[in-house]
């Protein structure tokens, strides 16, 4: 079965960085684009950041243009965000997703927390 395992989590002072970490299995990783989403407490849950299968094209929200990279390694069945320049509204759980034959998958989220 399709599984989305998240790591990389924390809390952080802004200016700080982190690298978020999705390890996937159960499917063919490689053939699948993937995306980031995250959602903050008492808001809807927002695309943060996604890339296609071959990892040749990315789009981000922008509010982390510039700041937020996406990348996968096939390799490894592994997605990852690097997460730069980080401020307090960045705080919230972020997940991995994985739209499948028609469902969509989601980890279990890691939370993110920027604070001094």
């Known amino acids: 079965q399709v599984q989305l395992v998240e790591s990389g989590g924390g809390l952080v002072q802004p200016g700080g960085s982190l690298r978020l970490s999705c390890a996937a299995s159960?499917?063919?990783?490689?053939?699948?684009?993937m995306s980031w989403y995250r959602q903050a407490p008492g808001k809807e849950r927002e695309l943060v950041a996604a890339i296609t299968s071959a990892g040749g094209s990315t789009n981000y929200a922008d509010s982390v243009k510039g700041r937020f990279t996406i990348s996968r390694d096939n390799a490894k069945n592994t997605v990852y965000l690097q997460m730069n320049s980080l401020k307090p509204e960045d705080t919230a759980v972020y997940y991995c997703?994985?739209?499948?034959?028609?469902?969509?998958?989601w980890g279990q989220g890691t939370q993110v927390t920027v604070s001094e």
């Open positions: 997703r994985v739209k499948r034959q028609g469902l969509v998958y």
């Open positions: 159960g499917f063919t990783f490689s053939t699948y684009s």
